[in-house]
């Protein structure tokens, strides 16, 4: 079974840096992925970390600490176009296959 | 643009009836995987499909059914619908059968059940 916990809304100031958490609860654990959805739009991919640590693209960073089961998505310099629901994902193995599962998702809103 | 096709874009039908959502993946991708996305469930998976053959199942319901064609097309079919089948539905694609890590996304097709 599984269980990802994220906070279901943040709120943060342009041009501030903001941290969105995700802990997770599942066997078979490969890797942690992040998504971001405007209202109406579909997923975009973010980022993923199979290992533990920092991964940096642009304003943009993802950690991952396998023995905490925890990881957390990093926005630097936030922009009003970041208001956005951010999901993560666990890649999990189940009945001998790889699935992914999304938690509920955080709803980010950059104020000015 | 992710380079996913989905149609219909919007679909409006009755409780009983019975709906196909089509979903065209990247071009060079095998695998095609479909989610529903509702306010009270949030995104759940339902079934993947690589290279023409079922992958891996999540809760999809007995109700529904896929598959994917040689062309590598995908369908969802939906039937005997209920008013809680009212979501949105995803049609994701990656290049491989574990590539989860990178999927892309198409528009989503919204279902209206009425």
């Known amino acids: 079974g599984q269980s990802l916990e994220q906070p279901s809304e943040v709120t943060a100031v342009e041009g501030a840096i903001v941290q969105i958490n995700c802990t997770y609860q599942t066997s078979g654990f490969y890797g942690l992925s992040w998504y971001q959805q405007h209202d109406g739009g579909a997923p975009t991919f973010l980022s993923y970390n199979a290992l533990d640590g920092l991964e940096e693209t642009g304003r943009f960073s993802s950690f991952l600490s396998r023995s905490d089961s925890y990881g957390y998505l990093l926005l630097q310099e936030l922009q009003m176009k970041d208001s956005a629901s951010y999901f993560c994902?666990?890649?999990?193995?189940?009945?001998?296959?790889?699935?992914?599962?999304f938690g509920t998702g955080t709803k980010l809103q950059v104020i000015p | 643009d992710s380079g996913v096709t989905q149609t219909p874009k919007h679909l409006i039908t009755a409780t009983g009836q019975r709906v196909t959502l089509r979903c065209s993946p990247r071009s060079g991708d095998l695998s095609v995987y479909w989610y529903q996305q509702s306010l009270d469930q949030g995104l759940q998976f339902l079934i993947q499909y690589y290279n023409g053959e079922e992958r891996a199942k999540g809760n999809i319901l007995e109700r529904f059914s896929a598959q994917q064609f040689p062309d590598l097309h995908s369908e969802l079919n939906l039937s005997s619908l209920e008013l809680g089948d009212s979501a949105l539905y995803f049609c994701a694609s990656s290049v491989g059968p574990e590539s989860y890590n990178e999927q892309f996304f198409g528009p989503g097709t919204r279902l209206t059940v009425l």
């Open positions: 994902a666990v890649r999990e193995s189940s009945g001998g296959y790889q699935k992914v599962t």
